[in-house]
Each structure stands twice: as C-alpha cells, then as structure tokens.
C-alpha cells in the first residue's frame, strides 16, 4: 500500500514524486515507456522552470552539457527585437535540454529522494471504492501478468490523452481544435546563439541553440514534404531570411533532406 501513485514519470509526474518523497510520503510513480526515451514535445524550459530546477537541487546536473539560453531574439514582423545577458542569481533564462535527458533527471532524484519507478509499466485500468479511486492495475512491457497496486491517493500525470481523467469523467475545458502544425529537428553548426523565433502570417520559426548535438533527424516522406512546403511558403513570406549570411544557415539547413533544392531556399 502506498501513499500516493504516479501514473506518469515524466517531467510532471516525476517532479511531483520527487516533492513528495521528499515530504515523506511512500510513492509510486509508473510509466508505460521505457526510460531514458526520447519524446518529441517540450523541449526549451524557460520561465519558472530553471528556478523550480534549482530549487529541487537538479538544475547543475540538467545544464551540464547544456549550455544557457541567455539571449532572445522576437521579430513579429515588423523589427528584430533581441534581450541579452538574460541571467538573474545566476540562473539562465532558458534550457533546452533533450527530454530525454531531463526526464531521467528528474526520475532520477525522485528514486534518490525515495520514490519507487517502474518504467515499461502500463496501467490498464484503476480500482474504485465507491466514486474513489483506490489504486492502479497494469501489466509490465513484457506483457506479464495483471498486478494491482492501492494507494491513498491516485495522481494522473499521463499526458494529454490521460486514461486517469477518462476514468474519473474529469470535465474538458477550454478546448480548442488544432490550429497548426509543427516540425523539428536537430542541426549541429547552425551557429545560433540563443532563442530566436519568426513570427510571418501565420506561421512561425523558432530556432534554439541546444548545445548537446545531434544529427538532423527528419524521417517519413510525408512529414519531409510537408517540410518543404511549410518552409517554401514561410520563405516567401520572409524574403530577408534567405540572404542571411550563407554561412550561418546553409551548412546546417541543407542537412534538411530536400530542403535545399527547394525553390527560394538558399
Ligand atoms: C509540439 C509541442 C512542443 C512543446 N514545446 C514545449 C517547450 O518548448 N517548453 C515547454 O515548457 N513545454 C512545451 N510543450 C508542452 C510540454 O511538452 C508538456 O506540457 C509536457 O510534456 C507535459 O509533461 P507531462 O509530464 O505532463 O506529460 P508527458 O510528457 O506527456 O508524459 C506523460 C507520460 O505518461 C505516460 N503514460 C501515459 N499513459 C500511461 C499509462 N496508461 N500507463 C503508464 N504510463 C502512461 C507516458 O508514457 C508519458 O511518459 C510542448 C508541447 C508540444 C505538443
């Protein structure tokens, strides 16, 4: 019997463990996925979210090979306005590590702090008594058996599509229908220096400087091609773009497959 379960041991689900291992309570945070894993959203902290870093005593580990994002540069349109040396008590304004990275972080002080993870866990479902949940059952990756586990209280942490909220019925709010999509990817010699982010029409670039490298990583034609178009059309909108200095863009952007023969690209 634990005190609290965790479905969900990512960067909600394992700060909130780590918070209350730390207050004493005898938790229990699961995950479906394996970890440490890459997923594609939420990758620059910025905010209150390298203070909240710090405050939980893992914010050197998480900049270790990730260096600050000091400086931010916004063009709507009508002028580049850019902020620089953003560092207040030593704390950057930004971080963008890979999830992946920060995920294992995260899950990693919370099991120091006294939280037990199991990751390849999946919860199939939650036992009630009366309209109160009372516990998880789910089977590991490996498809073994149904275990069941109880807690005190049940704490959803499970993203988005969370099966936590469907069992309990917890109402939808402020509901909007995708508008846009996004695309990325990771370039190594872009030569940027901090956030920048192009704001034209309706479209927008955001361009980070990460630090811990990685090779491009575009894959699935479709997603390329939607690529392509996106850029062609948010090029035409931004002439200007295209003649920054060849060398600051081209030797990372052409790594974008197809990118370069792309009519007014480079
Ligand atoms: C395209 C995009 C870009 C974004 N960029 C940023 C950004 O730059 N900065 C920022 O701060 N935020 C960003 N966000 C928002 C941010 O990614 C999310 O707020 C954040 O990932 C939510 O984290 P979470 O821990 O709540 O859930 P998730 O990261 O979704 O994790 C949920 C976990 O629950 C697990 N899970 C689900 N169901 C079960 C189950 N049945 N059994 C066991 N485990 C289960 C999953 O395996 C998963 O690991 C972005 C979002 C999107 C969509």
Not at 125 to 152: C, L, N, W
Request: hydrophobic fraction near 40%; include cysteine.
């Amino acid at each position: 019997m634990f005190d609290v379960i965790v479905v969900g041991g990512r960067c909600a689900g394992a700060a909130t463990a780590l918070l209350l291992a730390r207050k004493g309570f005898k938790a229990l945070v699961v995950d479906k996925a394996r970890f440490p894993s890459e997923i594609p959203p939420g990758h620059f902290i910025h905010r209150q979210g390298p203070r909240l870093l710090q405050r939980w005593g893992v914010l050197d580990i998480v900049r270790s090979g990730c260096p600050p994002v000091t400086r931010f540069t916004t063009d709507l349109g009508d002028f580049p306005l850019t902020g620089i040396n953003l560092v207040r008590d030593g704390v950057a304004f930004g971080y963008a590590p890979r999830r992946g990275k920060l995920d294992a972080i995260l899950i990693e002080a919370a099991i120091k702090s006294g939280a037990e993870f199991r990751d390849g866990f999946s919860v199939d479902d939650y036992t009630f008594y009366d309209a109160t949940v009372m516990g998880i059952r789910g089977h590991s990756y490996k498809g073994g058996p149904t275990v069941g586990e109880r807690a005190q209280i049940t704490i959803g942490a499970d993203g988005r599509r969370s099966s936590l909220a469907r069992a309990v019925g917890a109402p939808r709010y402020e509901e909007i229908p995708p508008l846009a999509c996004r695309y990325f990817s990771y370039w190594s010699g872009a030569g940027l220096d901090g956030l920048e982010i192009y704001l034209r029409e309706a479209r927008r670039l955001f361009m980070r400087f990460r630090g811990d490298t990685a090779d491009p990583d575009f894959r699935g034609l479709s997603v390329r091609w939607l690529l392509k178009l996106h850029v062609s059309a948010f090029l035409e909108c931004m002439p200007e773009f295209a003649a920054l200095p060849y060398d600051r863009y081209h030797t990372a952007w052409q790594k974008l497959h197809g990118l370069c023969h792309c009519c007014s690209f480079l």
